[in-house]
């Protein structure tokens, strides 16, 4: 009789512990809120803001897109707490079908809809606080969020003053990506069947955090997908990528971009592509030698304290 396959027990209330979470940024020495908004097109999303405690008003303005399949109020916490920390006021929202936002879970139908809904947000933050309106502006993305934050940028080019991009989705990895025939299948089968889970992939939790024990305290959160890919989603991030990857050289606006040497979920040779073919004037690129897909959580916390380093010393030459 073989073992029963489990899943990690749920001992945390958040990924530091279960300290309340005003306690928590409290003591971190931030202060935080969060709402629900319904965008144009009717959908309810969920928010959340990250805010120096005694800085008003804040050096400057990050919002921030998350990847596929993760949510912005579990470990994605981590780096707008650091960055309020430090003077920066962080905005995000959990994409359709992401966390607590409406959407069938992990289901991206149109992504250009995604970006219209983030760029909505953004605007919404900007005009509710005068205060906000010339302080700069970043974006945030990491994987699937740093394609967003291109896409939004190439919408309104000079609406941002930079963007950090972390493991950016620009191209999905060949060590990832279905080989031939199985995206012409898929595309095929999505036409029929958008939201049925059938893709077959690797866990990409395993593939991205590095450390067993942050593994486990990301396995907890409670609303990651853990679910097989769904069709519509593949078909979509493949067509997104593909157009992102065309247009490289479009990129304008100032940016770091960040990517592990072993990263086996996006490809660090496509983030350098990046580097090499957009044509801002201000642009920075830097491999994280032996690093995986989850710079700022799954590493050792020395590495994570490198790239948080990278991202800080960035924003502080331009703010």
Known sequence: MGEEQTQPLQTHLHYWGNTPEQDYYTQQNIKSTKSFYTSPRGLTLFTRSWLPLTLTPPR?????????????????????????????????????????????????????????????????????????QNLPKFLFGESMGGAICLLIHFKNPSLF?????????????????????IPEVLTFLAKFAPTLPIVPTADLLDKSVKVPEKKII????????????????????????????????????????LHGSDDVVTDPEVSRELYELAKSEDKSFKICDGMLHSLLFGETDENVESVRGHILAWLNERC
């Open 60 to 132: 400057a303005l990050i919002f921030m897109v998350h990847g596929y399949g993760n949510n912005i109020s579990w470990t994605f916490q981590a780096t707008p707490i650091f960055l309020a920390q430090h003077g920066f006021a962080c905005f995000a929202l959990d994409l359709e079908g992401h966390g607590q936002s409406q959407g069938l879970k992990a289901y991206v139908p149109k992504v250009d809809l995604v970006v219209e809904d983030c760029l909505s947000f953004f605007n919404l933050v900007l005009t509710q606080n005068p205060q906000f």
């Open 161 to 181: 003053n930079g963007a950090i991009l972390i493991a950016p989705m620009c191209r999905i990895s060949d060590k990832v990506r279905p080989g031939w025939p």
């Open 218 to 257: 990301a396995g907890m959160n409670p609303m990651r997908y853990r679910g097989k890919p769904r069709l519509g989603t593949v078909v979509e991030l493949l067509r997104v990528t593909d157009y992102v990857s065309s247009r490289l050289c479009d990129v304008s606006l100032p940016f770091i971009v």
